[in-house]
């Protein structure tokens, strides 16, 4: 038999594990004394000394009467405290935060949509004008639980246009992108299981997937998608329930997916029961639409997901999710549940803004803007010794290595303080494999003092 | 020694158990042949055989490589599917979906919202006409991460006048109330965790908190706030952590808080350590505020809900969150994670409407109309032998029994059918004690056919 020393300490010890490991986390409640000496084959009085012990160095804390519980922030679910600790520089929020936060005199490379001034100004104020004379139930009621009819009517056409059938039944409109794959993770997941990523890929599905507390894995993206044989081995190593993925303008290398990639991708995600979601959102910026998961599989388990933040307007939010039917009433139960429908206004300019005939010309002078633009800021990137990985066919994304020992890090701090917010590789690789990239927006990098910043933080010494 | 078909039995009782106790979710991974093995001591071919056997009856499903699954619906959170079985007609999400649904031929005395006629509709043209004219930013950029500066200062000083201090940096803009309570759970909540709820409250906390995993439990709710005693056993027995209520006007009896029982509750909820949500979306439609748990409290552990769907407009979806200054962080990296932050265009149509002259004046006309539906509706229903459980001081719902054995569940499906939509007592109750109670809307009960299919269905046999 141990010494009770021992023994109390062997309580902590099991303890302090599991709050290392996570299996206890904070605000969970502690198993009972009387559980803890039965599970452990000890007496309660040396369970009772432990937990005392683990309360007075702050590893627990008791409640009176009700037991003992893993201390730590009031949060638990602080995204921050989920998974290894990343230098906040390099953490999935930190791009999102500095390009939502900064004032109008900054400068952001790093950021994910166009410039206020590249976005559909003259479509919205039409839109808003048509509005203002809408009628009552319009201006006023919640939208039905679908969203907004003649909206997904019409999104259904278009979607046809790629190749993507699907009945309006099929179309669930939510406030936002993000909000779409959202309630997808939450319609398709439970905690712990595994969602497999590219790697590199959207830094906002780290950070979505941490909320679900998923088991995310990474697999390579190449220039054609997904390196197909690590997607077949992550699929059979970790059995996971979903792939979230872009196909046409991946984010953030640009690239874009090959037929063949696509229909193996499908062929091997069909053998494994996984389901994909296709985030969609940058497909109004695409020159020849490029194959679309959800087309080849016929919405049987891809979902496919769009906005209108990246061409029409971010100030006003809606997103849709194109979804296999048997998903729509089990999605359309949680979107109330956690957001009770939508509105119908956000829905109704989207509408009008869309079908008003100089969207289309619009886009064409946004995509021969951005060409030029793509053109002229990977000169100027190539000047100071930033490579691109690939030249993307459209989009705004460059994805682009740092000259030798550069650290994308340490970079975008220094560059931070001088007013520009940079993308660093990292916050979009689960591997951390990618301390030396950054993620250009070609749109946001007109101006020249981008560049003097940037060579003076590469020059600088680390 | 048992015999091998025995032991077998055993591992599939264990495994079924495990399934209906929803300890294995629907999607969830059984445990490895050879952990399972391990664990009841048996050999690897008894708990191989008895999967497979599991298998042959459709309980879990195999797939080759990775191990044997709880099988079920494609979706693990369809919410139909968490916790007991319920008619579809007193399901949380029935009188949302019905509500949302109907089309404008129906009546729905059992919805949430009050008509579209009764709406901020003039406000809502001069806001939209003025955003028509508004600068670029405004049209087409996303928000601050914690929202519209303007419109939260604003909003700062309009709580100060219910006593509710909060300063700017504490006030998260949100899409919605809903989404707002949804950011909070996300935020406090691990799945398992204990809530506590009103008997009966707002049928959406329950699917909200399904979504969640929470453990509901509900405390029964009294003329003046929650039975405190009950509410002191719930704390001590279950430990949970937070407490979702409405203050000014609950949902649905109409009642309003004392503040000797909101003091009580704060000071148990002090020692408890347990957080708050105070959802206070009726707030205008008070003649008198009533005392506010978030007044008393500081912020210090209740975060107080606000929106606008209930009395500007519901098509513009915009709510906010003042919140534990703490907590603030949190929220804004999950609304971040799961919406990607909010726009620009609903803040400012709400900031227009409410600084208005005119929205004053149109809610004292609201409250005045409410008063005179209250008593209208009150009478025609006492004729009917429904009696309020109390008559409310101000707002749009009465809570009423119906006459003796009726069942509110089977009159809520049979006036469907006639076209008039209600909410039955059930769903809005944990405890599923409330089925011979129904959810007036006064607004929405002015039609006398409500009445007519009303009076027809309580005299019918059931």
Chains 1, 2 share one sequence.
């Not at 009085?45 to 627990?60: F, H, K, N, P, Q």
């Not at 999102?96 to 109008?104: D, F, I, K, P, Y």
């Not at 993925?245 to 229909?263: D, K, M, R």
Request: glycine share 8%.
């Amino acid at each position: 038999m141990q010494r009770k020393g021992t023994r109390i300490a062997a309580v902590m010890a099991d303890v302090r594990s599991k709050i290392a490991a996570r299996a206890y986390l904070p605000g969970t409640r502690l198993p009972s004394v009387r559980a803890q000496a039965r599970a452990m084959r000890l007496s309660v009085s040396t369970v009772v000394e432990a937990y005392e012990r683990l309360a007075a160095e702050g590893a627990v804390a008791s409640r009176p009467g009700s037991g003992f519980y893993v201390a730590g922030p009031a949060a638990p679910l602080a995204l921050t405290d989920i998974g290894p600790r990343l230098d906040r520089a390099i953490d999935p929020l930190w791009v999102s935060r500095q390009a939502l936060e900064t004032g109008a005199g900054s400068l952001k490379p790093g950021c994910g949509w166009l410039p206020a001034s590249w976005m559909y100004e003259a479509g919205m104020r039409r839109a808003l004008r048509a509005l203002a004379r809408a009628d009552t139930l319009e201006l006023t009621d919640y939208a039905t639980p679908l969203g907004h009819p003649a909206l997904r009517r019409f999104l259904c056409r278009r979607l046809a246009a790629t190749g993507v059938e699907a009945a309006p039944e099929q179309l669930l409109l939510t406030e936002s992108g993000t909000q779409a794959i959202d309630l997808i993770c939450r319609y398709l997941l439970e905690p712990g299981d595994t969602v497999l990523v590219d790697d590199p890929c959207y830094f906002n599905f780290h950070a979505l997937l941490k909320a679900h507390r998923a088991h995310v894995v990474g697999v390579p993206y190449t220039a054609n998608g997904p390196d197909l044989e690590r997607f077949e081995t992550a699929l059979r190593e970790h059995a996971p329930r979903l792939y979230i993925t872009n196909s046409g303008i991946h984010n953030p290398t640009g690239a874009t997916l090959s037929p063949v990639v696509a229909h193996r991708v499908l062929k091997l995600a069909d053998a494994a029961g996984l389901a994909i979601v296709e985030d969609d959102i940058f497909a109004d910026f695409e020159l020849a639409p490029a194959p679309r998961l959800a087309a080849f599989d016929g919405l049987a388990r891809v979902a496919h997901i769009g906005s209108f933040s990246k061409t029409i307007s971010a100030s006003l939010r809606c997103g849709y999710i194109a979804a296999p039917a048997g998903w729509i009433e089990g999605l359309t139960d949680l979107k109330i549940a956690t957001s009770f429908g939508g509105g119908r206004l956000a829905a109704d300019a989207v509408l009008t803004a869309l079908t008003d005939a100089g969207y289309r010309r619009h886009m064409e002078a946004v995509r021969l803007r951005l060409a030029e633009a793509m053109d002229k800021t990977l000169s100027r990137l190539q000047a100071l010794g930033i490579e691109p990985w690939l030249r993307p066919q459209a989009g705004m994304f460059a994805w682009c290595r740092l000259p030798d020992g550069s650290d994308a890090a340490a970079i975008a701090r220094t560059c931070l303080k001088d007013g520009v917010v940079l993308a660093p590789g990292n916050a979009f690789s689960q591997s951390q494999s990618a301390g030396d990239f950054l993620r250009f927006n070609v749109a946001q990098s007109a101006d020249s003092r981008v560049f003097e910043v940037l060579a003076r933080a590469i020059a600088a010494p680390p």
